[in-house]
Nanobody, 123 residues
Framework: VQLVESGGGSVQPGGSLRLSCFRS?????????MAWFRQVPGKEREAVAS????????RHSGSVSGRFTISQDAGKNTVYLEMNNLKPEDTSMYYC?????????????????WGQGTQVTVS
């Protein structure tokens, strides 16, 4: 499985960005989860949101709930992270991850597939 993130950049506080993650390589599996995590150098990786491929089940961490929304376009093998009302503390490298699963979870250690990341800077 290969994951490629895009959409990062610099934005002022209160602004918005939409991240995309394109998934390829294992397009035959019907039950999988995709998730977004973020990490600042020197700090632990933080879960952001996760979505299950088979429906609309999602999970969002408390720190982004109400501001960020994860969604997917199954036909395009792409997951999105819509980020609104961005804050300076949202500045981080954002990573897309994937795993076989039946319910979205935010445990990063359970995800075997990772993208290279896309940087988001809010200042």
């Amino acid at each position: 499985v290969q994951l490629v993130e895009s959409g990062g950049g610099s934005v002022q506080p209160g602004g918005s960005l939409r991240l995309s993650c394109f998934r390829s390589g294992d397009t035959y599996s019907s039950d999988y989860c995709m998730a977004w995590f973020r990490q600042v150098p020197g700090k632990e990786r933080e879960a952001v949101a996760s979505i299950y491929s088979g429906g609309s089940s999602t999970r969002h961490s408390g720190s982004v709930s109400g501001r960020f929304t994860i969604s997917q376009d199954a036909g395009k093998n792409t997951v999105y992270l819509e980020m609104n009302n961005l804050k300076p503390e949202d500045t981080s490298m954002y990573y897309c991850a994937a795993k076989a699963c039946l319910w979205p979870n935010l445990q990063s250690e359970t995800y075997p597939y990772w993208g290279q990341g896309t940087q988001v800077t809010v200042s």
